[in-house]
């Protein structure tokens, strides 16, 4: 009744048999085995997708190779030109995309839309910064030299991808390797690959329109294997992963025994401080956006909530009268702002987590029901929850991608409240709501927060792309996206080219032959 198939029509998706894609063709195994993709949302059959075998997986590596040959000879800027040719079909195809990506994954199509948005946003960056991949002078110490950097093209990037963002995270990647020259193979979330092969798909008019060679962007859609091949290949200098703290930590080791490059973009388990001062109004759109947009599956979701003491009642009360009312449903359904989570796992998940926060000590507030009826037949839903809790407790240390916000007490100060943000495993996002500078400012200072992304009076969620974007500790430190998050893409190096008629070597160092 929501138009899935035409939207699937719309978007020229063939799934069946697509195991990969090189950009130009697909391909894949006759036999292969096959995950059949249902809607979180009311359980419809949406495709069956074929899964890449370790053959499909090496056909593709050498393909992209090929590729990586001619790629990096096309001036920068000119392959600028191509991501913004991309740029431009992503938002003639805005409205089906967004709309799959909303199918597919479940978020409302609000978000859907936001979500290519964010796309079409990091094309733009990127062809500006195809025309600005500086490195530095130097002034050499020695007459008559000149020293300089250059950043060169890497080669094959590895995009392992999450379901929650299923497309925009990948775009970060791809866009910024596209234009430093790189070739990227793209291995999706298993729960969310259809939104990928219409991204294919749509890269496809413009690789076919320009002429260009297969192999530039490529797809594999496989289980974890494929990841793990990732991640153990050579011929993969640069391997950008997505997902939880657990996944990244086993890419990240296996990239590392081989001396690649691993950028990690892991778990968050990011609080909101509102200290007194807060502009409450303010406050709470952030926080229930944070806490219950994307039914809480962002990495940057609003997990906890750090309240003075002095407003920690008065703030409880004011979610408790918005949380029931939450309207939770369809994800296209207008109106909708919470939908379903991704599958039945994630539904235990939150439940298992709400048991063992209450065995802690955790008193459980409002919500926290999974949904049965009518409305919801087929779909995984949940009504949002909030948890008195501690910030100790083992739970609250954990990030569990469900819409759970942990409310948690301070007295005594800012610094107090700044302790509790940091006392956690993960570095990914935290904000603080308060208009006195100096608590926003010891927020921001070097004692402050130790997460990737700080925020004043704005939530932890919802970053633009213009800032580089990853988190500290277990969130895996890497930066993707905006600033000079390229650099992590190309191979640096630093030339010194001497032109004078003598010799003279660095430190002074005497050495006469
Ligand atoms: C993610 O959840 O993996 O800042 C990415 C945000 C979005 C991106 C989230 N722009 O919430």
């Known amino acids: 009744k929501h138009g899935v198939r035409d939207v699937l029509r719309q978007l020229g998706i063939q799934a069946e048999n697509a195991a990969y894609s090189t950009g130009l063709h697909w391909g894949g195994a006759q036999n292969a085995k096959t995950r059949t993709i249902l809607a ?19 056909q593709v590596v050498k393909t992209a190779q090929e590729a990586f040959k001619t790629w990096r000879l096309m001036p920068a800027p000119k392959r600028g030109e191509i991501v913004r040719q991309i740029g431009n079909k992503l938002r003639e ?10 199918v597919e994954m479940g978020k409302i199509l609000q978000e859907g839309y936001g979500e290519v948005q964010e796309m079409i946003d990091i094309c733009d960056f990127a062809v500006g910064l195809s025309r600005q991949l500086h490195g530095l002078t130097m002034h050499s110490e020695r007459p008559a030299h000149r020293m300089y950097e250059q950043y060169h093209p890497l080669g094959i990037v590895g995009i392992i991808s999450a379901f929650n963002f299923p497309v925009a995270v990948w775009s970060w990647n791809a866009m910024l390797a596209a ?9 999706p979330s298993e729960k969310t690959p259809l939104t990928a092969v219409a991204v294919q798909h749509i890269i496809r008019e413009v690789l076919e329109a320009n002429e260009l060679p297969e192999g530039i962007f490529n797809l594999v859609i ?4 494929i990841g793990a091949a990732m991640a153990a290949d050579g011929r993969v200098p640069l391997v950008s992963a997505t997902g939880s703290t657990r996944m990244g930590r086993k890419v990240g080791e296996v990239v590392g025994a081989r001396l690649g490059r691993a950028l990690l973009e892991l778990g968050g388990n990011n609080a909101i401080i509102l200290t007194k001062n807060a502009d409450l109004d303010m406050a709470m759109r952030a926080i229930v956006f944070g806490a219950v947009g994307t039914a809480g599956q962002r990495c940057t979701t609003t997990r906890r909530l750090i309240i003075e003491d002095s407003i920690y009642e008065e703030v409880k009360n004011r979610l408790l009268t918005i949380y029931p009312k939450l309207p939770i449903g369809h994800p296209l359904q207008e109106g909708t702002l919470v939908g379903p989570l991704i599958d039945g796992d994630a539904v235990k998940g939150f439940s298992d987590a709400l048991t063992k926060v209450q065995e802690e000590g955790g008193k459980l507030l409002t919500g926290g029901q999974v949904l049965s009826g009518a409305e919801y037949h087929g779909g995984h839903y949940v009504q949002p929850a909030i948890v008195e809790a501690e910030n100790h407790y083992h739970m609250v240390q954990e990030e569990t991608f469900a819409p759970i916000l942990y ?9 107090n ?6 006392g956690v495993k993960q570095g990914l996002s935290s904000s603080i709501f308060t208009l006195n500078m100096r608590e926003a400012e010891a927020f921001l200072a070097q004692a402050g927060s130790d997460c990737g992304i700080a925020n004043v009076n704005i939530g932890t969620s919802g970053a633009e792309i213009g800032g580089a974007f990853g988190g500290e ?23 010194t080219i001497n032109y004078s008629d003598q010799l003279p070597l660095a430190q002074g160092i005497k050495f006469d032959v």
Do not use: F
């Open 417 to 422: 409240a700044i302790e509790l943000q940091n």
């Open 179 to 187: 234009v430093c020259g790189d070739v990227c193979i793209w291995k």
């Open 222 to 225: 496989g289980e974890a294997e």
């Open 93 to 102: 195809y805005k409205e089906p995309l967004g709309k799959l990506v909303s």
């Open 473 to 495: 500790k277990e969130t895996g430190g890497g930066r993707e996206s905006g600033s000079d998050a390229w650099k992590v893409y190309m191979r640096r190096q630093t030339n």
């Open 407 to 415: 409310l948690i007490k301070y007295s005594g100060g800012v610094d």
């Open 40 to 58: 979180p949302a009311d359980g419809q059959r949406l495709a069956t997708v074929a899964m890449a075998t370790a053959e499909d997986y090496d």
